[in-house]
């Protein structure tokens, strides 16, 4: 069962931008991640606590941005640019942090909350 609610998501043709919204709750590092037909979920991209440290993966970098607002404790990834290879499901993670306000964490496991998964369809 999905901890996390997203929104967004969509068909939309190359080239053109999308952003999807991610509920979060509590002090917690997020991160997102996608998993396109027949391949294995994969990292996107990672912001800290604090909102001051992100990584992306390389097939996204300069084109995707992750971002959070505090007041409404959301995440959010922004994608321009997009290509027909960004085609997947998306989803948002999250983990509690304590003490680790500007970590980031890039691998599946260490993520303890998900949400439901949106469907990001590119057309060529």
């Known amino acids: 069962q999905a901890q996390l609610v997203q929104s967004g998501g969509g068909l939309v043709q190359a080239g053109r931008s999308l952003r999807l919204s991610c509920a979060a709750s509590?002090?917690?590092?997020m991160g997102w991640f996608r998993q396109a037909p027949g391949k294995e979920r994969e990292f996107v991209a990672a912001?800290?606590?604090?909102?001051?440290?992100?990584y992306y993966a390389d097939s996204v970098k300069g084109r995707f941005t992750i971002s959070r607002e505090y007041t409404d404790n959301t995440l959010y990834l922004q994608m321009n640019s997009l290509k027909a290879d960004d085609t997947a499901v998306y989803y948002c993670?999250?983990?509690?942090?304590?003490?680790?306000?500007?970590?980031?964490?890039?691998?599946?496991?260490?993520?303890?909350?998900w949400g439901q998964g949106t469907q990001v369809t590119v057309s060529a």
């Open positions: 912001i800290s606590w604090s909102g001051s440290i992100t």
């Open positions: 509590g002090r917690a590092a």
């Open positions: 993670a999250a983990v509690s942090v304590t003490n680790s306000l500007k970590r980031v964490y890039a691998e599946e496991r260490d993520y303890d909350r």
